[in-house]
């Protein structure tokens, strides 16, 4: 509702308000028609106090009926205009042009709104003819906050307001009669003619975007110019009104905002430290910076903190990236990499040493101090023109990296206190990023070590395979997995081969990895066979992720393991996987195929069983295994892989070390996202010319029998001097086995690098060594066997157990 006499008023109270209320006579009538507001000015012009008309009917105030017209159009219009004659209290008419409008609801406030009452308003003094505002509207135009000309059909300056003359450095009486390309002489001009004239001919708003370095302004300014035709009463155009708004302070912010932006998404997309300051100064350059550069603290690379405080003088720096405008960089004076030292003048030494950003402007005898001490760079400084530096330390995390100095010498203007913000903020976010890099480096360098030492430094010899093999971890951004390989040698010239992948990466990962192949050496030397090894494995994953659920090192551990056992004498492979990729077999013929192996679960689930495969392999045949990484790659899937894999081992090579090479170049023509472990073995087989067998029987008069087999065997091999210990190896392991083994017993020689004795019964009971007292008949020939050769054991088979012992054979 608007206002009445006794209404109180919460806008400012000025000492001399200008608005004269009661110069306007306003009512306001509820949708029913009832007066229920009333002003001082409607009191002048028709008599009634409030008192007297408020809460009355409207129609009191009509000298008539309102035209049927009027009445519908304000059951549809929110607003009506026209004249109204009015009853005046004394009974005369009053005629009056009436403005009706129905106020609109107030929902957004949550105030009621007009709900329907209408405000009626006249003038009661009417202003000045518009003859007499043609003063007010020339001061008006001469003061427009906007920046304003006006010109003529032929596009001759005729008026300038204020602004005008200072963008332009001339006044009015100077630019009238020129056109635009005359007053400014730049390309734009020529743009805002031809934009002049298609408004003159259209009869159209024009608009443009400009770009432009007037002489008035230290930089490039950026308008926005509206060009609108100017017509007379009859609708001629007469000329055409320039308008325009300097937009480059609001320019400036937009491209500040960008480069903040683009900073952010830009710099810090690897942890490779190197690549994140060269981001930095990529995004600098040119949009901030003519040249830009970082340079950081030796002991940075390493992967060391730096001592806490300001760098001690004179600084030392090694300049890591740089940018500039020109090809090549030709300002730089330290090529990148090297180490340079720098004077406690300069403007990067002066930055650190203050331990906040710092814009210096270059003149000459601040160079001539340098002088002495850097002659190249104040050469450099001079050749190019380096008028404005700006400086910033490079500090994440409370510790100082180095500093990255950004310098002019092709834009003319200096560096201001917003680009020292803007270098400040994008520096900030590019030192965090490089603390995570340098970070990421030492703990990558730690996980490398630690993995290289738990990894095999070199492969065992052994009989039953030729081995190559190859580690690749993964590139930076990853972090080192825990992926593993190892070449075991078992009792009876037997060899196992394990390939494993521990889940995740970084030092955790690769701790767990030599935790899980210093287990499977360990189940390896009790002889299980690939099936229980498997079991007790999990079972071992499953504790370590218990304990590291509850101490400091991590939730659960996962991996995947591939355990095999290959017999040469046999040529029986036996193979067992826990949710590993299977492995391939190449015949000798060139066939490759990818052993149909039950997958069993990844370790450290639990409560699930692993099955084992045992193939027979013909000599020569070779063995890949290997872990997903060498599969698993970005844009190529398992199956694809799988071929590609398929495709290389089925060319021959020439050794297993070129082959190794073959399938990484092939299968990873890239550094690979994932550590990948390759591990290839070519079978061997022992004939009837290193294996000799006999069957015991059950009785000790067999005993001298099985020592005469033995001595013969060994005059045929050229081993006499093996006699004398092996004659009391078989006598020791043979009387055992019949004394407490049982049938079937078996004798057997195995010669390779090494002489073995086996000696295997029906019984699972294992003998062990024991201190025999000094007037005991037995029990010590075990002691004996363990003393005479290189070792001994017993491995439990299906059918009972195989006591073992080898000795070295004198080198031929």
Known sequence: MTRSESAGDDRTAWPEDPVDEAASARATVNPHGVVSGWSEGARRLLGYRAAEIVGRTATVLLAGDPPAEVLRSLETRPRWTGPATLLHRDGHHVTVNVLAQRPAPMG???EPGGGGHWLLVTPLVRPPEPSQDDALLMWSFSQS???????????????????????TGLSEAEMRGLRVPEVVVHPESDRTEESMRRALATGEQQHLRQTLRLTTHERESVWTTSLTPVRDADGTIRGVLLSAHDMTEEHLARARLALLNDASIRIGSTLDLPRTAQELTDVATPRLADFATVDLLPSIEGGTDPRAGVPSSPVVLRRVAGQSVLPGCPE?????????????????????ALGRPLIRAVTDPGVASWESEDPDRAERVRRYGFHSVLAVPMRARGITLGVATFSRHRRPEPFEQDDLLLAEEITARAAVCIDNARRYTRERRTSLALQSSLLPQRLPEQAAVEVASRYLPARAQSGVGGDWFDVIPLSGARVALVVGDVVGHGIQASAAMGRLRTAVRTLADVDLPPDELLTHLDDLVIHLAEAGSTGDTGGDI?????YAVYDPVSRVCTLARAGHPTPAVVTPDGAVEFIDLPAGPPLGLGGLPFEATEIELPEGSLLALYTDGLLETRGRDIDEGVDTLRDVLA?????????CDTVLRAMLPDRPTDDVALLVARTRALDTAHVATWNVPADPAAVPDARKNACRQLAEWGLEEAVFVTELVVSELVTNAIRYGGAPIRLRLIRDRNLICEVSDSSSTAPHLRRARVFDEGGRGLLLVAQLTQGWGTRQTYTGKTIWAEQTLPAD
């Open 108 to 110: 957004t406030t949550g």
């Open 145 to 167: 906050p906007s920046t304003m000309a006006l010109y003529d059909t032929g596009l001759r300056l005729r008026r300038a307001n204020a602004r005008m003359e200072r963008a």
């Open 332 to 352: 730089a004076v330290v090529r990148r990499g090297a180490v340079a030292t720098y004077p406690d003048t300069s403007p990067a030494a002066e930055c650190l």
């Open 558 to 562: 996962g991996a995947t393991c591939l």
């Open 651 to 659: 060319r021959p090579e020439e050794s297993l070390e070129r082959l």
